[in-house]
Structure formats: structure tokens, C-alpha cells
């Protein structure tokens, strides 16, 4: 199945960022017995690399490496065994990847940005950072001159936002910290509550 289709399907990618490499395969691990197998690596995180790597030996899908600003950095992402990138803006990253034939989910804001993105080779486009530009009702805005891109909702995230995001014409809701970035104890609770909201 596609990125895309993936995207369509699953409703919500989860955004990981940790201080160290044992979290961030714990969270990884849990998100997937909870049924979130979309889930990226931020290059951010400790050891990232090494985090991708072992992931996908222990067999994760859906498995993809965000906060790729340069092409080093996508090559070596894919080498990892990233089936995807995705990064903040139109950076290097992003034109290594669509040039290496790899989905790439580009970050982009303003209409000129989007535009670009297209134009580029997104699969889809990061509308990044989307709750601080007004949320589901900035989305709605640039739905009208652009029906027919896929876009990911992301930053800020919360899980009782997913489904005006969704309702404003999301293709999926990217979420990091309100998903990821508390206890892993209370992790499932909030996996079920971003599922509920994506799948309501």
C-alpha cells in the first residue's frame, strides 16, 4: 500500500522525538500494539538513526524519518530504513527524496509554499506549524484553491482537534507531543483517544 493510501486509511501519523534511544523504540512498540503503525522518527531524537534502524529490523511498518533537512540526511535515513520522509519546509531533504524516488511529505505553510511542494514531488504536504495560523479554519481556507492536495495537519495537534481537522479537509493529523511526549505509562490512553478522534 502507497504512503498515500496509508495516509488516507490510518487518519493519524505519529510524530516521535526522545532523549534517549530506548523511549523512543519503547514508544514505537506501543503506539503499534495500540494499532498506530504510521509513525515517524524525528532526526531530532538521540541516536535517531540508530532508533530507525532497529525499528525496522523488529519489524515496524510504516516506518519514516522526519525533520530531514539535508540530502546526507535523507540517504541516510533510507539506509536506516526510513520508507519515507518527511521534513519541516522545502529543504535539500526534501529534494534528495523525491529525487531518490522516495515519499516525501514536505512542510509547507503559505500558499507559494504549497504551490512549490506540489510542483516539487510531494506525495502529500505538511501544513506545518497548523494550529498556530488558525487551525482547521486556516486549512479550510487553502482547501479552496486546493482541492485536490493531500495534506497533513501538523503542530499542535490536540486529540479532541483531530476531527475538525479531518472535518476541514485533512488528509491525516501528524501528532508529536500531545501523542508521544508524555509518560509512557499513560501512552495507550492517549493512543486510543487520537484513534477515537480519527475514526470517530
Known amino acids: 500500500m502507497s ?10 501519523l505519529a510524530i516521535v522525538r526522545a532523549g534517549d534511544p530506548e523511549t523512543a523504540l519503547a514508544i514505537v512498540r506501543v ?3 495500540e494499532g498506530i503503525d504510521l509513525v515517524e522518527i524525528s532526526l531530532t531524537s538521540a541516536d535517531a538513526l540508530s532508533v530507525i534502524r532497529r525499528a525496522a529490523a523488529g519489524g515496524a511498518t510504516g516506518l519514516g524519518a522526519g525533520t530531514v533537512l539535508s540530502a546526507a ?19 535539500a531533504g526534501a529534494r534528495e527524496g523525491v529525487r531518490l524516488g522516495v515519499p ?24 506545518f506549524p497548523v494550529a498556530q495560523l488558525g487551525g482547521p479554519s486556516y486549512l479550510r481556507a487553502l482547501r479552496a484553491p486546493f482541492p485536490d492536495v493531500p495534506f497533513v495537519a501538523v503542530g499542535g495537534v490536540s486529540a479532541e482537534a483531530v476531527p475538525a481537522y479531518l472535518a476541514a ?7 508529536g507531543s500531545p501523542l508521544t511526549g508524555g509518560s509512557l505509562d499513560t501512552l495507550p490512553e492517549r ?9 470517530p
Open 3 to 12: 504512503l498515500l493510501a496509508q495516509l488516507y486509511r490510518r487518519r493519524l
Open 31 to 33: 503506539l503499534a500494539e
Open 73 to 91: 540526511q535523507a540517504q541516510a535515513a533510507i539506509d536506516a530504513g526510513a520508507s519515507y520522509l518527511v521534513t519541516p519546509g522545502l529543504s
Open 104 to 127: 516525501v511529505l514536505v512542510g509547507a505553510l503559505t500558499p507559494s509554499e504549497v504551490v512549490a511542494a506540489v510542483e516539487l514531488g510531494a506525495t502529500a504536504v505538511k501544513l
Open 169 to 175: 479537509g485533512a488528509t491525516a493529523v501528524g501528532v
Open 191 to 199: 493512543a486510543r483517544a487520537m484513534l477515537a478522534g480519527a475514526h
